[in-house]
């Protein structure tokens, strides 16, 4: 697999994406669903794995919701990342997430999964990270990936919904500039209301 589909890969696997289990091989598949209104993004996606080789994108539709997803053809690649990003089961992140994740895509697509943009003019803008997923220790992991290899200052914020504790990362203020600067070019147009921005990068169109 080429460095930028990885790169794409660990983005995916930090927000949506899904690597089933491992079959008696040691294959793994990825699996991606997104609503309707993203479909858009989901073609993106698919067109970007063809190398690895995917299944045709199919529609489900469940309680009212229309959704579309598609599937890969079962790989030892994709069976390694299963075993980084699932090793008890349970999606996590690798405590070497700083040597995986080191291209600016990779950033964008894991925040146009889990990113929100908290825009309020003539005051402030603050992106964060709904990480709800993952421990203390892993916001730690991905807060110094951050910081050694885009130069971005994030926190972590405690939250509690129905009495459990849950952690998200937020961009400080002052990195703001340099995370959108970063990931801007890449943010696929149904997202583009997560950087405020008026125009996107045509590879993804």
């Not at 997803?69 to 690649?77: A, C, G, K, N, Q």
């Not at 996590?92 to 999964?113: C, F, G, Q, R």
């Not at 849950?166 to 500039?177: G, H």
Request: glycine share 6%; with cysteine.
């Amino acid at each position: 697999m080429e460095y930028l589909l990885k790169q794409i890969l660990i983005g995916s696997l930090l927000g949506d994406g899904h690597l089933t289990p491992l079959n008696k091989k040691g294959l793994s598949q990825l699996y991606l669903k997104y609503d309707d209104k993203t479909l858009s993004y989901l073609e993106w996606l698919h067109k970007m794995f063809i190398p690895i080789k995917t299944n045709e994108i199919k529609e489900r539709s469940k309680g009212g919701y229309h959704q579309h997803y598609f599937t890969t053809l079962p790989s030892l690649e994709l069976g390694y990342y299963r075993k980084l990003f699932y090793p008890l089961g349970k999606k996590s992140v690798p405590e070497n997430i700083s040597k995986l994740l080191t291209h600016p895509i990779a950033l964008a697509i894991w925040y146009m999964d889990d990113g929100t943009l908290d825009f309020r003019k003539k005051y402030h803008r603050n992106a964060s990270f709904a990480t709800f997923c993952f421990s203390f220790k892993e916001c730690e992991y991905l807060q110094k990936m951050l910081e050694r290899n885009f130069s971005i200052r994030v926190g972590i914020h405690k939250t509690t919904m129905r009495e459990k504790l849950y952690f998200r990362l937020y961009v400080r203020s002052e990195s703001m500039d340099c995370f959108l600067c970063l990931i801007g070019k890449y943010i696929h147009p149904v997202f583009k209301y997560k950087v405020l921005i008026a125009k996107t990068h045509q590879q993804l169109r």
